[in-house]
């Protein structure tokens, strides 16, 4: 029986009083994305931050390639953390603006242990290339750079330490009309490529029509609508 690539039951986020996340349940194969729509508000975000751990979820269960992790200590996670890496919608806001952008790229790489004085500079390179930008740009800061620019960035700095699962979190939504298709494009080849898992969130019908294998609604916390089911014996729920 083949396991979801990430498989999460029952998450619950609270923050004081509120309720922001409440028993989301969904799961995404190697090589697919699946869409989180819904209005703003509606815990989307919440949902993104709790799946990958970066804010401990009150009740629920996520699972990695079959492996559970809302048990696990922030030491156990940390070997994990390179395969399940988040893309954040704020272009500019997710990187250093007093740091070049190869610094930036680097940056996993050397918090890894991945990072090499021989093989480093070369791999910075390689994946700058790989997200559409020359090179020389890693001289750059990002003031110095479009949205999509630094957006590819990002991405590069995402796939840094060959990740299995991106989380994009409303990746193209700051982003000129004229730079979403691109920026959109490489995503769907580096998924293809790479065999790359997506849990794409995103409020734009027309975005998520386009980019999505399967989309889930929420509303208030909750999943309203979606998620077909896997194949027969496929899921393990």
């Known amino acids: ?17 509120v309720t922001a996340v409440d028993g989301v349940s969904f799961h995404l194969d190697a090589g ?5 729509d819904g209005p703003s508000g509606c815990g989307k975000s919440s949902t993104a931050l709790a799946a990958l751990l970066l804010r401990r979820p009150q009740a629920g269960e996520v699972r990695f ?14 070997p994990l953390r390179p395969r399940m890496q988040p893309v954040f919608q704020d272009p500019y806001g997710s990187l250093n603006p007093r740091r070049p952008v190869r610094e930036a ?16 500079p ?15 740009y890693g001289d750059r800061r990002p003031h ?45 080849d580096l998924r293809d490529d790479l065999g790359l898992g997506y849990l794409f969130i995103c409020h734009d019908r027309a975005v998520v029509r386009h ?9 208030e916390g909750r999943i309203s609508s979606g998620q077909p089911p896997r194949s027969p014996g496929g899921d393990p729920r």
């Open 65 to 78: 390639e079959g492996r559970e992790l809302t048990g696990l200590t922030e030491r156990e996670l940390r």
């Open 211 to 219: 980019f999505a294998d399967r989309v889930i609604e929420m509303r």
């Open 1 to 17: 029986m083949t396991l979801p690539l990430f498989d999460v039951r029952g998450l619950v986020v609270r923050y004081g009083d």
């Open 105 to 120: 790229v680097a940056e996993p790489l050397k918090l890894h242990g991945r990072w090499t004085a021989a093989g480093g």
């Open 144 to 188: 110095e750079l479009s949205g999509g620019q630094c957006q590819r960035v990002g991405i590069a700095r995402a796939l840094a330490c060959e990740p299995r699962l991106l989380v994009l979190d409303e990746p193209v939504s700051a982003l000129d009309p004229s730079v979403r298709a691109g920026v959109l494009n490489l995503l769907a």
């Open 122 to 136: 070369a791999r910075v390179a390689e994946l700058l290339d790989r997200v559409g930008l020359d090179p020389a």
């Open 32 to 36: 697919e994305t699946l869409a989180l």
